[in-house]
């Protein structure tokens, strides 16, 4: 059994404007995580990848479908319940400056989660963890005082995925978690993301845009369009054998770090007849 289980979700939004026609964000999207694995979301704006993320966390409810994380069927926890669960599931965001309180010092961001789900932990135990977690992602303790503010963008997201880790999740939706950084510095992040990975076992759904981000740090990559995964494939597969026209679309757009090769664009028509071409086994 996979340690994520996303079976027929469906998630539809209200019309933005009176009149207008409600939002199909997903529709009926099945996909698994297995322990260990990473598996990315890619697709253009608008296909449904933060909407599949956030629902894996249920940060948003869903209209109908199951999530299961590590056997525990979240869509119908109670409060308490999820509450508790939410230890083994955790997110980082693509803006690492605003999901951080700018009011609040690093060591204070950071402790947020095991104040949380670890109430009889003490002052000083907690501040241990916090020093040892900060250690792990590349902080150094004496930024444990300082605002978000006073750092950098790098340091930003680091302070991000530290409080994302600090309760030993099982399972972590990181949305974008590089976009917003200089090239230099998302190598520095992505290798930390491995390391974390390859440490604890983590499955992480890793959604992205960035082809070349995916193609690195990705086992297998689920292809969304209009709210449908139209392909899953492990990643080198996907990249040298895609199987649906929008996923050749995909990678006839990414540029080259060489420019002065050129991909010839294959443009889509918006032709879904095979809804789903899945290859390879994600057990």
């Known amino acids: 059994m996979s340690l994520v289980e996303i079976t027929d979700v469906v998630k539809t939004f209200a019309a933005r404007q009176r009149g207008g026609d409600p939002v199909?964000?997903?529709r009926g999207v099945s996909l698994q995580v297995n322990e260990g694995e990473t598996v990315a979301?890619?697709?253009?704006s608008g296909s449904g990848k933060s909407t599949l993320g956030k629902a894996a966390l249920r940060l948003i409810d869903v209209d109908s479908g199951?999530?299961?994380?590590?056997?525990?069927e979240i869509t119908t926890l109670e409060t308490r319940a999820l509450r508790a669960k939410r230890a083994d599931m955790?997110?980082?965001f693509q803006e690492?400056?605003?999901?951080?309180?700018?009011?609040?010092?690093?060591?204070?961001?950071?402790?947020?989660?095991?104040?949380?789900?670890?109430p009889e932990l003490g002052t000083t135990e907690i501040r241990k963890q916090v020093l040892q977690v900060m250690d792990k992602v590349g902080l150094p303790a004496a930024q444990a005082s300082r605002l978000p503010g006073e750092l950098s963008g790098g340091q930003q997201q680091r302070v991000g995925i530290a409080r994302a880790i600090i309760s030993r999740p099982r399972f972590l939706v990181l949305d974008e978690p590089t976009s917003s950084l200089d090239l230099s510095i998302r190598a520095q992040v992505l290798a930390l993301l491995a390391e974390l990975q390859e440490e604890s076992r983590m499955a992480y759904l890793f959604v992205s845009h960035d082809m070349h981000t995916?193609?690195?740090?990705?086992?297998?990559?689920?292809?969304m369009y209009l709210g449908e995964i139209v392909e899953t494939a492990p990643t080198r597969q996907l990249f040298d054998n895609p199987g649906h026209a929008y996923t050749r679309t995909l990678l006839s757009a990414r540029l080259s770090a060489d420019p002065r090769e050129r991909h010839a664009y294959k443009a889509f028509a918006g032709?879904?007849?095979v809804r789903q071409v899945?290859?390879?086994?994600?057990s």
């Open 24 to 26: 199909r964000a997903l």
């Open 41 to 44: 979301i890619i697709g253009e």
């Open 66 to 72: 199951s999530i299961r994380i590590d056997g525990d």
């Open 90 to 92: 955790q997110v980082v």
């Open 96 to 118: 690492p400056f605003e999901s951080l309180n700018p009011r609040l010092a690093i060591g204070a961001i950071i402790a947020e989660p095991l104040q949380i789900h670890r």
């Open 214 to 223: 995916v193609e690195w740090i990705s086992d297998r990559i689920a292809v």
């Open 271 to 273: 032709d879904t007849t």
């Open 278 to 282: 899945s290859t390879g086994d994600a």
